[in-house]
């Protein structure tokens, strides 16, 4: 028994470590927006200790999200999509007037009422896939609806 006690402290620091590894998706929050709206941005924090790919984003509550990139230190860039992005170690923002991440094809009122779940699908180096799930908390008030 005594021998199998440094294996199972190894396994279980190990896992410690693996878990303290996974990237956190932080201080995320949208506006609001109406049911079949054509896209709603939303924004967050992802820290990574180590290099990762967001190879996607999802949530129920849109037919797609789209990942924008636009830097908002340079006045000519245009936005674009892409379908992943390369994220280095360290923190990367989703940030109003920078990247997004855009919900196209808004299904049901976005309030705030309700957080919003996204699934953030990450690859590492190796091929493993990690999804980081967060709930998009819905800051401020609904515009009326035009008549």
Known sequence: ???????????????????????????????????????????????TETPLTLARVRTPVARAVEIV??????????PR???KLELKSGETRFA????????????????SERPVPLAFEFVDGAGAKTVV?????VRGLVAPAAK
């Open 1 to 47: 028994m005594r021998t199998l006690a440094p294996v199972l402290l190894a396994l279980a620091l190990t896992a410690a470590g693996a878990a303290d590894a996974a990237p956190l998706v932080a201080n995320a929050w949208m506006r609001p927006a109406a049911a079949g709206a054509a896209s709603a941005d939303a924004y967050a924090d992802v820290i």
């Open 69 to 78: 990139l636009l830097d908002p230190r340079d006045s000519a860039a245009m």
């Open 81 to 83: 999509v892409v379908d």
């Open 96 to 111: 109003l007037r920078g990247s997004v991440l855009r919900l196209v094809g808004v299904n049901s009122a976005l309030t």
């Open 133 to 137: 799930e967060t709930l998009v908390q």
